[in-house]
């Protein structure tokens, strides 16, 4: 399927690695010219090398900037000025019992999960609305409608960005642009397979075992009987980014392999 992409430009936070990077490759590879964001800036310049390497022909600009720390966004910010394409990918998360989640940590997982959208979208729709057209893809997750127990501040975040993501379309009636979110399953993610590896070794089992067992005991009913890989959130991204896709707005789409047991 022809895409239309080509000649479109692009950021997407939090793009060094996992998803984000796997939206890159997409991206890049439908003729997207795309900048790149990572928290530091040695590997986010690594990260770029890496895709020059796989599209010699491809655009790519990369910017670093850590979301938890003001100054950084905003000058992230002033070097974003023709972006078609927005994706607020940028996440982080942790196994965290509710007693011992700190104010400090469900302030600094709202600053760099929620308003790190928010910021983004700030800037870069009154662009998209003066020359109409234009896309604002948050990924979300699972986690933000089933809150899991032990991540009830990262549920929280998910949940939020949903609800912006919501109201934003509502801005776009009439307009070429889209506003809309995906709702992320249990994927295997650079920071998820760190974690695995860390079990796997500690209980002298190999890699593949861990990952199917861990699935099984966290997510049993997942129909791929598998972690999702990421660029397989990566392609519906790449085809909500397209011109195609101008119908689905204000919509929350599930790439979580019915992990959520809704209709």
Do not use: C
Not at 97 to 118: C, L
Not at 178 to 201: C, F, M, R
């Amino acid at each position: 399927m022809e895409l239309k992409l080509t000649g479109k430009t692009a950021f997407i936070s939090g793009s060094t690695q996992g998803i984000g990077f796997a939206i890159a490759q997409q991206l890049l590879q439908e003729g997207v010219s795309v900048t790149i964001n990572g928290r530091k800036k040695s590997k986010t310049e690594q990260a770029k090398k890496q895709l020059q390497k796989q599209f010699p022909n491809g655009i790519i600009s990369a910017i670093s900037a850590d979301f938890s720390k003001k100054e950084e966004v905003e000058n992230l910010l002033q070097h974003l000025t023709d972006i078609d394409i927005l994706v607020n990918n940028i996440g982080i998360f942790e196994v965290e019992e509710f007693q011992n989640i700190t104010d400090e940590d469900w302030y600094n997982y709202f600053e760099v999960n929620v308003m790190s959208s928010v910021r983004l979208s700030r800037k870069l729709l009154p662009k998209m609305q003066n020359k109409n057209w234009g896309r604002i893809i948050f990924i979300s997750s699972e986690s933000g409608v089933n809150v899991p127990e032990n991540m009830i501040h990262y549920g929280m975040t998910k949940a939020a960005m949903s609800a912006i993501a919501n109201g934003l379309s509502k801005l776009t009636k009439g307009t070429k642009i889209t506003v809309n979110t995906i709702l992320g399953g249990p994927t295997y993610s650079d920071g998820v397979s760190k974690v695995v590896e860390q079990v796997a070794e500690a209980q002298s089992l190999e890699v593949e075992q861990m990952k199917n067992v861990i699935i099984q005991q966290s997510n049993p009913q997942i129909l791929l009987q598998r972690f999702i890989e990421p660029n397989e959130i990566a392609s519906l991204v790449t085809y909500l980014a397209s011109p195609l896709s101008i119908a689905t707005n204000g919509a929350s789409l599930r790439a979580d392999s019915g992990v959520l047991k809704i209709i």
